[in-house]
Every structure is written in C-alpha cells, then in structure tokens.
C-alpha cells in the first residue's frame, strides 16, 4: 500500500511539473510578444497641513510699590559675620593676673594680658572669643586652672571644675 501512494506521488510531480513547465513557456512567449500594462495606484490627494491656532496674548499686570517686580533690582546686602572679641587671662604662680578683652585677634589679647600682669614669670590660662574666661585656684594642688563659658558664671563653675575644686579668683567677658 505504501509503495502505491508513492508511485502516485510519483507520477502527480512528474504531470504537474511538467505542466508547470509547459505552461511558463508559452505565458513567457505571450509576455514577450505583448507589453502588459502594470495597473499604478490612483494620485493620492496631499494630507492637510496642521496648523495649530494661535495662542491668546498675556500680559500679567503686577501691583505696583515697594515690592513690585517691575522697580528696579538692588541686590540684598552681603553677610558680615557678627564682629569677633577675644579676651585672655594670664596669672602668675603668686596669683597675679593680667586679663584682657574684646581684641580683635588671640594673640593680642594673650600678648596684652602678659603685659597686664606684674610678675614676669606670667602664663596665659585662658583664651576665649565673644564669651568669658575665669581663673580658679586650687588650695589643696597648690595649681591655678581657667575655664570658659558663655557667662561669668559659666565661666568660674568651668574654671573651678577643671581645678578639681577650690574657688574662683578672677573673671572677665568680651563684648558679645
């Protein structure tokens, strides 16, 4: 049975391609002997341009004064940092002090307060910038310590604090 089917297969390839063959020969000889017209498409109309509608003037009317955009420009003033005060204090080992405040560099106060001082064996203690400084004397270390804070209380509690007791002995504040 399955030799039948292919010897049917055969036999349909061998008609219909010879068929085939037959029939583009005398189709080609007919398309050489006629010019076939080919069919064009039909002009198509131009698609309308888009044309979007004109946008509505604006003009925004702004209240006049001090405040107007319209005034002229000044531009805001510039920062200044808030003015910058130092003070020191420096003691002696007798307990003589010199003290100074609302210089305009560290080192001019320290130098000052050296100044101030009467003894010559004289150290700085404490620095301090737009606060107060203090000095405290410790009885039982024989030791003098400064200390600083935001106000002269601050300042003595901190001095007496970092001398581990005793009492304050001087105090001084910049201008703030």
């Not at 003894?119 to 405290?136: D, P």
Request: aromatic content about 10%; overall charge positive; proline content about 11%.
């Amino acid at each position: 049975m399955a030799v039948v089917i292919v010897l049917v297969a055969v036999f349909v390839l061998v008609i219909g391609g010879g068929a085939i063959l037959w029939l583009g020969f005398h189709v080609g000889d007919s398309a050489r002997k006629h010019a076939v017209a080919v069919p064009t498409l039909p002009d198509l109309p131009t698609p309308p341009t888009y044309s979007p509608p004109p946008l509505p003037s604006y003009s925004p009317s702004f209240p006049s004064g001090p405040d107007s955009p319209t005034d002229t420009y000044s531009p805001p003033d510039t920062y200044s940092p808030p003015p910058q005060y130092y003070g020191a204090i420096a003691v002696a080992s007798d307990g003589s002090v010199g003290k100074s405040w609302d210089y305009s560099s560290a080192s001019a106060a320290e130098k000052r307060a050296l100044n101030e001082c009467p003894r010559s064996h004289c150290k700085v203690l404490v620095g301090f910038m737009n606060s107060c400084g203090a000095v405290a004397y410790n009885p039982r270390t024989n030791r003098y310590w400064g200390g600083r804070g935001a106000t002269k209380t601050a300042a003595e509690k901190d001095a007496i604090s970092n001398a581990g007791g005793g009492h304050w002995i001087t105090w001084v504040c910049t201008t703030r």
